[in-house]
């Protein structure tokens, strides 16, 4: 099948820029750009004038609850609406029950997203270690022979940091990347919310900003002595944005990424008690929000992720230090990319890159750009389409938004994966 | 939904009691003056008025207390309420039914109060969200946040001996950073105008920013003492010596433990108060506690008419006219 989007403004977050240019797909290509190749002949056109086109959304931690919590969703439902939100390529985190620390479990994630039709691409990212109980390796190189794109521990605890260096070298031995979502455990102890003044008029178990920053520091002592590639995960801290620009500067193998609300929302959303706010790590204060802000301005912060978390209805009906942590954020990614660009933090083409090229770099997955020989995972979006965010009316099986009640600009029109038009 | 004005309808009358924060001086001080009517039908032969007559109040304590609970009780029969108390800590929940399944099935008895005690902060703006309109929630203590009650009772008890919170300096001593009581307190005292709140801790039991709350912070029980006119002391739970926060029962007592010799840096008539249980020999001297300027007991006693006063302004009904 070939396909011609015309008209549309195309954002190329390679090379920076926007411009009207035609797009023409060939099968599961993009065979040109500007110009059609030579004998081309649409089966199907586009017209997207007035749209963006932008390559299809590389998300780097994507929870979709299968297999183990498919009570909160599935693997087709959570693909189906990720399609529906311009996310094209998603990366499921290891803490799946069983745990991604064997091949089964990787044939069982491709073959439910086969079943469910392949719309979407998705990565697993393998345990570190066994079950994640931070004892024993896992075997790294037959996950990778299987399709695993990298290794992280899920920000559970090693036993001792002798066990994490051996898993880092381990990793870096078979040529993987690691994925550390820093958090020390024992500073975490059960806290539910950053400790602030917030935390202390509500009454709320704490975590200081130390739960991240002292495994951080720790973390990237152990990429220094191990070489390890490693790319730090959901970052919140002011102090960790700090860090990370230091340990680059100083030439460590190191990239970042934040969450897409952790730029958005501080400790104050809270309010009094609102367990849609409940996050892990949690929502800091406006100090740390702006640090990341700027992380994400001078490319210290890498890449941003959704952290998608799609919950039944129950697991947020509880007290708040009961509830369940998370966010489901496949809905609200694009439109608070867009306006990130509305608030003068980034450009179009910067703030698309923090979501495709840069994160399908980093994990090595072949995406994030519209270019000749590319799969054509494209995106049609409707920057002005200005909408109401309900969770009730979200594509994922998870309605529990924290951003309910804000005014949106910006809806995917239609998603092609691989050239293959799934939205 | 803002639960500051959960606890308020839309004419700013009490529907539920959750927290003191958000609450105003106006609210306080009827409490403070329907709870002083209260205390004569304590003196009665009968001490019963009709109030809450048909009523079906509910207390829920997921958590163990002896004192609150059994206020509460007094208070709801002295009010001829009828009452279904629940030890919920050894029932459905420990089952796997959700909190909100307890709600709804308890609501189904056709409950027209709740008194909730549980161990997580924000536990009874939780109920009061989800109990039906018409029926309220009393914060018996959520978690570290708030204990609404025992903060009114203990303005009442500062009031019946002070008066004029204006010209009052009040010290709370001890574990802030776990004392939903001492949150209440605080904001309790503030909205009252009190003319200086203090708060005495050492640091690994206070929360970050406890100024924030609108105290003055002394890490020095003597110097924090200093012309005060209320001692308020906490009680200190063996566990924080297990989780590190503090060194030793003994050390603990020889800095920040309430003596006859730091209270006399007081003022001479200053008052000495404790929620209690008590720790004798670790937050307070046995001779203190027991001493003139203790009026602990007194706290007790009184929780039972401002218990009772709470439940007639939500029932909307404080007058005692109404007689058998």
């Given at each position: 099948?070939?396909?011609?989007?015309?008209?549309?403004?195309?954002?190329?977050?390679?090379?920076?820029?926007?411009s009207?240019?035609d797009?023409f797909?060939?099968?599961?290509?993009?065979?040109?750009?500007?110009?059609?190749?030579?004998?081309?002949?649409?089966?199907?056109?586009?017209?997207?004038?007035?749209?963006?086109?932008?390559?299809?959304?590389?998300?780097?931690?994507a929870?979709?609850?299968?297999?183990?919590?498919?009570?909160?969703?599935?693997?087709?439902?959570?693909?189906?609406a990720?399609?529906?939100?311009?996310?094209?390529?998603?990366c499921?985190?290891?803490?799946?029950?069983?745990?991604?620390?064997?091949?089964?479990?990787?044939?069982?994630?491709?073959?439910?997203?086969?079943?469910?039709?392949?719309?979407?691409?998705?990565?697993?990212?393998?345990?570190?270690?066994?079950?994640?109980?931070?004892?024993?390796?896992?075997?790294m190189?037959?996950?990778?022979?299987n399709?695993?794109?990298?290794?992280?521990?899920?920000?559970?605890?090693?036993?001792?940091?002798?066990?994490?260096?051996?898993?880092?070298?381990?990793?870096?031995?078979?040529?993987?990347?690691?994925?550390?979502?820093?958090?020390?455990?024992?500073?975490?102890?059960?806290g539910?919310?950053?400790?602030?003044?917030?935390?202390?008029?509500?009454?709320?178990?704490?975590?200081?900003?130390?739960?991240?920053?002292?495994a951080?520091?720790?973390?990237?002592?152990?990429?220094?002595?191990?070489?390890?590639?490693?790319?730090?995960?959901?970052?919140?801290?002011?102090?960790?944005?700090?860090?990370?620009?230091?340990?680059?500067?100083?030439?460590?193998?190191?990239?970042?990424?934040?969450a897409?609300?952790?730029?958005?929302?501080?400790?104050h959303?809270?309010?009094?008690?609102?367990?849609?706010?409940?996050?892990?790590?949690?929502?800091?204060?406006?100090?740390?929000k702006?640090?990341?802000?700027?992380?994400v301005?001078?490319?210290?912060?890498?890449?941003?992720?959704?952290?998608?978390?799609?919950?039944?209805?129950?697991?947020?009906?509880?007290?708040?230090?009961?509830?369940?942590?998370?966010?489901?954020?496949?809905?609200?990614?694009?439109?608070?990319?867009?306006?990130?660009?509305?608030?003068?933090i980034?450009?179009?083409?910067?703030?698309?890159?923090?979501?495709?090229i840069?994160?399908?770099?980093?994990l090595?997955?072949p995406?994030?750009?519209?270019?000749?020989?590319?799969?054509?995972?494209?995106?049609?979006?409707?920057?002005?389409?200005?909408?109401?965010c309900?969770?009730?009316?979200f594509?994922?099986?998870?309605?529990?938004?924290?951003?309910?009640?804000?005014?949106?600009?910006?809806?995917v029109?239609q998603?092609?994966?691989?050239?293959?038009i799934v939205? | 939904?803002?639960?500051?004005?959960?606890?308020?309808?839309?004419?700013?009358?009490?529907?539920?009691?959750?927290?003191?924060?958000?609450?105003?001086?106006?609210?306080?001080?009827?409490?403070?003056?329907?709870?002083?009517?209260?205390?004569?039908?304590?003196?009665?032969?009968?001490?019963?008025?009709?109030?809450?007559?048909?009523?079906?109040v509910?207390?829920l304590?997921?958590?163990?207390?002896?004192?609150?609970?059994?206020t509460?009780?007094?208070?709801e029969?002295?009010?001829?309420?009828?009452?279904?108390?629940l030890?919920?800590?050894?029932?459905?929940?420990?089952?796997?039914?959700?909190?909100?399944?307890?709600?709804?099935?308890?609501?189904?008895?056709?409950?027209?109060?709740?008194?909730?005690?549980?161990?997580?902060?924000?536990?009874?703006?939780?109920?009061?969200?989800?109990?039906?309109?018409?029926?309220?929630?009393?914060?018996?203590?959520?978690?570290?946040?708030?204990?609404?009650?025992?903060?009114?009772?203990?303005?009442?008890?500062?009031?019946?001996h002070?008066?004029?919170?204006?010209r009052?300096?009040?010290?709370?001593?001890?574990?802030?950073?776990?004392?939903?009581?001492?949150?209440?307190q605080i904001?309790?005292?503030?909205?009252?105008?009190?003319?200086e709140?203090?708060?005495?801790?050492?640091?690994?039991?206070?929360?970050?920013?406890?100024?924030?709350?609108?105290?003055?912070?002394?890490?020095?029980?003597?110097?924090?003492?200093?012309?005060?006119?209320?001692?308020?002391?906490?009680?200190?739970?063996?566990?924080?010596m297990?989780?590190?926060?503090?060194?030793?029962?003994n050390?603990?007592?020889?800095?920040?433990?309430?003596?006859?010799?730091?209270?006399?840096?007081?003022?001479?008539?200053?008052?000495?108060?404790?929620?209690?249980?008590?720790?004798?020999?670790?937050?307070?001297e046995?001779?203190?506690?027991?001493?003139?300027?203790?009026?602990?007991?007194?706290?007790?006693?009184?929780?039972?008419?401002?218990?009772?006063?709470?439940?007639?302004?939500?029932?909307?009904?404080?007058?005692?006219?109404?007689?058998?």
């Amino acid at each position: 099948m070939t396909i011609l989007i015309k008209n549309g403004l195309l954002i190329d977050p390679v090379g920076a820029s926007e411009s009207k240019s035609d797009v023409f797909i060939d099968g599961n290509l993009v065979v040109g750009i500007g110009k059609p190749p030579a004998g081309f002949k649409p089966q199907q056109t586009i017209d997207a004038k007035g749209y963006w086109v932008i390559p299809g959304l590389v998300d780097g931690q994507a929870r979709l609850r299968e297999p183990g919590q498919t009570h909160k969703a599935n693997i087709a439902s959570e693909s189906a609406a990720a399609v529906k939100n311009g996310i094209t390529s998603l990366c499921i985190p290891p803490d799946t029950q069983p745990v991604i620390d064997n091949t089964a479990v990787v044939d069982l994630i491709h073959h439910r997203n086969a079943k469910a039709g392949n719309q979407c691409h998705i990565y697993t990212i393998g345990a570190l270690s066994q079950a994640l109980e931070g004892e024993h390796l896992c075997n790294m190189a037959s996950l990778k022979a299987n399709g695993t794109i990298a290794f992280s521990n899920a920000g559970r605890p090693f036993i001792n940091n002798l066990v994490q260096r051996r898993a880092m070298e381990y990793a870096a031995g078979v040529d993987m990347l690691v994925i550390i979502h820093p958090r020390d455990s024992d500073l975490y102890a059960d806290g539910c919310v950053h400790e602030s003044a917030v935390s202390t008029r509500l009454g709320l178990p704490a975590i200081p900003e130390a739960a991240e920053t002292a495994a951080l520091a720790k973390d990237i002592e152990l990429v220094a002595q191990t070489g390890a590639r490693t790319h730090f995960g959901q970052l919140s801290c002011a102090r960790s944005v700090d860090m990370i620009r230091q340990a680059k500067a100083n030439g460590l193998p190191i990239t970042a990424d934040c969450a897409m609300h952790q730029l958005f929302l501080t400790d104050h959303d809270i309010g009094e008690f609102d367990t849609n706010k409940l996050t892990m790590p949690p929502l800091r204060s406006q100090y740390d929000k702006q640090a990341l802000r700027d992380g994400v301005a001078d490319g210290t912060i890498d890449s941003i992720c959704s952290d998608h978390q799609p919950h039944e209805i129950d697991a947020k009906l509880r007290p708040f230090p009961s509830a369940e942590p998370g966010i489901s954020a496949f809905d609200t990614l694009l439109p608070l990319a867009i306006r990130l660009v509305e608030e003068n933090i980034l450009s179009i083409p910067a703030v698309i890159a923090k979501l495709s090229i840069n994160p399908a770099r980093i994990l090595g997955l072949p995406a994030g750009q519209i270019a000749p020989g590319e799969l054509a995972d494209i995106v049609i979006v409707d920057p002005d389409a200005h909408w109401y965010c309900e969770g009730k009316n979200f594509a994922s099986r998870g309605k529990n938004t924290a951003f309910e009640g804000w005014d949106f600009n910006g809806r995917v029109k239609q998603t092609l994966v691989a050239g293959q038009i799934v939205y | 939904m803002s639960a500051k004005n959960l606890q308020l309808d839309e004419n700013g009358k009490l529907q539920h009691f959750l927290s003191i924060e958000g609450l105003n001086q106006q609210i306080i001080t009827e409490i403070l003056d329907t709870a002083e009517s209260f205390t004569s039908v304590a003196d009665r032969v009968i001490k019963k008025v009709p109030i809450l007559r048909g009523k079906t109040v509910a207390n829920l304590f997921f958590e163990p207390s002896t004192r609150t609970r059994s206020t509460f009780e007094l208070a709801e029969q002295r009010l001829s309420a009828d009452i279904l108390s629940l030890n919920v800590d050894t029932s459905a929940t420990t089952k796997g039914e959700s909190l909100l399944d307890t709600i709804h099935n308890l609501e189904a008895m056709q409950i027209d109060m709740f008194v909730i005690r549980h161990k997580d902060s924000g536990s009874a703006h939780f109920f009061a969200q989800h109990v039906r309109p018409g029926v309220s929630v009393l914060n018996a203590g959520d978690g570290q946040h708030e204990h609404p009650t025992q903060a009114m009772l203990d303005l009442y008890t500062i009031r019946h001996h002070k008066q004029d919170f204006t010209r009052l300096k009040i010290a709370i001593v001890g574990d802030i950073m776990h004392s939903r009581v001492a949150r209440s307190q605080i904001h309790a005292l503030n909205l009252l105008n009190t003319a200086e709140v203090r708060v005495i801790a050492p640091k690994t039991l206070l929360p970050v920013d406890t100024e924030s709350l609108g105290v003055q912070l002394y890490d020095d029980l003597e110097r924090g003492l200093r012309d005060v006119d209320v001692v308020i002391m906490l009680r200190l739970q063996k566990e924080r010596m297990s989780s590190a926060l503090l060194p030793s029962e003994n050390e603990y007592f020889n800095q920040f433990g309430l003596t006859q010799e730091r209270l006399d840096r007081a003022n001479p008539d200053a008052i000495v108060m404790h929620p209690g249980p008590a720790n004798r020999g670790v937050e307070i001297e046995s001779s203190v506690m027991d001493g003139n300027q203790s009026v602990i007991l007194q706290q007790v006693g009184f929780g039972i008419s401002v218990r009772m006063a709470v439940m007639s302004i939500i029932v909307g009904r404080t007058g005692l006219q109404v007689s058998e």
